[in-house]
C-alpha cells in the first residue's frame, strides 16, 4: 500500500458508543495530522503529532481522544459523540524541516453519529 | 492570527471559458499550496508555491504566488466539465507545519 491509508471509510454510531478511526502512512513522514471537515465549516485542524508527540490540541472536546503509537499510526477514539460530530474526518501526513510542508490526506472517514 | 480567505466560494462557469479563483491571507507567510477535492473524496495536492513569483501550471490550471500582497491566484483556462470540483488554498503559518486552509471555491463547469 501507499500514501495515507483510513479505516474505517464509513462509521455510523450511537451517542453512547465507543469507536475508533485509523490512519496509517507509508511515505516516511513524521508529522501526522487530524482534520475535521463539515458541511458548515471550513476544513478544521484538531490534532498535530511531530514524531509521536502531540504539538497541537485545537480546542478539541474530550471526547475525542487521539494515540499515536509511531510515526506511521495515528488513531482517533470517539466516544459519547453528539450528532453534530457528524463529520468527514481526514488524517494528512508530512515531513518536516526541508521537506515541501506539503499535506497528504487519506481517503478519510465518514463519520454519523444517530 | 493568520486568516485565508478564497474568492469566490461558487463559481459557475460554462466550458471553454477563463476564469481565476482567488486566494488572500493575513500575515506573512511564503508557502501556499492548493488542493482540489471532488464530491466525498479526500483532497488531492495541486500545487505547492515556495517562493514570491512562483508560478506553476499543469493542464488547464495555473497557480501563482504574490507573497508581498499576501494573494495567490489560480487561474483556469477554457475550462471543461472534468475541473468541476471544489479547490481549496492553505497557507503555512510559518515553521510549525501547520497549515491554514481557505473556505474552499466550489466550481460547477457547464457543457
Known amino acids: 500500500e501507499t500514501g495515507v491509508t483510513q479505516t474505517p471509510r464509513h462509521l455510523v454510531m450511537g451517542m453512547t458508543n465507543k469507536k475508533s478511526l485509523k490512519c496509517e502512512q507509508h511515505l516516511g513522514h513524521n508529522a501526522m495530522y487530524w482534520y475535521k471537515q463539515s458541511a458548515k465549516k471550513p476544513l478544521e485542524l484538531m490534532f498535530v503529532y511531530n514524531f509521536k508527540e502531540q504539538t497541537e490540541n485545537n480546542s478539541v472536546p474530550s471526547r475525542f481522544s487521539p494515540e499515536c503509537p509511531n510515526s506511521s499510526h495515528l488513531f482517533l477514539h470517539l466516544h459519547t459523540l453528539q450528532p453534530e460530530d457528524s463529520a468527514l474526518y481526514l488524517c494528512a501526513s508530512s515531513g518536516i524541516g526541508r521537506d515541501t510542508g506539503e499535506l497528504f490526506f487519506g481517503e478519510g472517514s465518514r463519520l454519523t453519529v444517530l | 492570527e493568520l486568516k485565508v480567505e478564497q474568492n469566490p466560494l461558487f463559481l459557475s462557469m460554462q466550458e471553454g471559458k477563463n476564469y481565476t479563483i482567488y486566494c488572500n491571507y493575513s500575515?506573512?507567510?511564503?508557502?501556499l499550496y492548493w488542493y482540489r477535492q471532488d464530491p466525498g473524496k479526500s483532497l488531492e495536492s495541486l500545487f505547492v508555491?515556495?517562493?514570491?513569483?512562483a508560478v506553476k501550471q499543469e493542464g488547464r490550471l495555473m497557480a501563482s504566488l504574490d507573497t508581498k500582497a499576501r494573494l495567490s491566484t489560480l487561474h483556469i483556462t477554457a475550462a471543461v466539465h472534468d475541473l468541476s470540483a471544489t479547490y481549496f488554498c492553505a497557507v503555512d503559518r510559518g515553521g510549525s507545519e501547520k497549515l491554514v486552509f481557505g473556505k474552499g471555491t466550489k466550481l460547477t463547469v457547464n457543457p
Open positions: 508555491l515556495l517562493s514570491n513569483g
Open positions: 500575515t506573512t507567510s511564503d508557502r
